[in-house]
């Protein structure tokens, strides 16, 4: 299974775009790459997924470079209710076990 | 659309007790997932129904816990006797394709088993 390594904790300021990258260097041909984000008392809510180039939904863009050795999550002009953590997911999605939760990364967004 | 309800939403329980767990995927969703929360540490997936069966229950902790689907709708985790390690936050996710297909999982929002 694809290990995947993002930054513990991160602050931003409202209205700064965020950029969240992962790092999953063993990703396998058939893997996609999916972000999650959580609140507390919460379960992850699904932002986005892609397998290759740009992929960008009204909630936010995922960067995904020729050799996918990583991804980058953007969430353009964050608020205060985008605090949250956010995990980035890699697997070939056929079954849930391909999906390793790791600690994720907790935005933390300032006033 | 509603989405994954999980019921109970807390639950504490004394150990060697009984626990049991129920989660309601979206209507039309095949596949639904278990997964859970220890403290400390990492969601970790437990196990996947397609319809009413098990087509992988490799991360079920041990046979303490029993997971069912009748007729391929609602599920239950069944703890039984419930010891403190198995406290953490049980999260139920359902999905209508196998990769979660453009929304991906739509988990529920847990259910807090404490476990004295």
């Known amino acids: 299974l694809a290990k995947t390594t993002q930054p513990i904790s991160m602050d931003s300021y409202e209205g700064q775009e965020v950029n969240i990258t992962c790092s999953h260097n063993?990703?396998?041909?058939?893997?996609?790459i999916t972000w999650y984000q959580q609140f507390p008392s919460q379960g992850p809510r699904f932002i986005i997924q892609?397998?290759?180039t740009k992929v960008t939904n009204e909630v936010a863009s995922l960067f995904i470079p020729a050799d996918r050795k990583s991804s980058t999550l953007s969430l353009p002009r964050v608020s205060l209710s985008d605090t949250a953590v956010y995990y980035c997911?890699?697997?070939?999605?056929?079954?849930?076990?391909?999906?390793?939760f790791g600690p994720g990364t907790r935005l933390s967004v300032l006033p | 659309e509603a989405g994954v309800t999980q019921f109970p939403s807390h639950s504490v329980i004394e150990k060697g007790q009984t626990v049991t767990l129920r989660c309601d995927p979206i209507?039309?969703?095949?596949?639904l997932y278990w997964y859970r929360r220890v403290m400390g540490k990492e969601i970790k997936f437990l196990l996947h129904?397609?319809?009413?069966?098990?087509?992988?229950e490799s991360g079920m902790p041990n046979n303490r816990f029993l997971a069912e689907r009748t007729g391929g709708t609602y599920s239950t985790l069944k703890v039984q006797p419930a010891e403190l390690e198995d406290s953490g936050v049980y999260f139920c996710?359902?999905?209508?394709?196998?990769?979660?297909?453009?929304?991906?999982?739509?988990f529920g929002s847990g259910t807090r088993l404490t476990v004295v």
């Open positions: 209507s039309g969703h095949d596949n």
């Open positions: 892609g397998y290759k």
């Open positions: 996710a359902s999905s209508q394709d196998l990769g979660g297909s453009e929304d991906g999982y739509t």
């Open positions: 997911l890699v697997g070939d999605g056929n079954y849930g076990q391909n999906f390793v």
């Open positions: 063993n990703i396998a041909t058939n893997d996609y």
């Open positions: 129904f397609v319809k009413e069966s098990k087509q992988d």
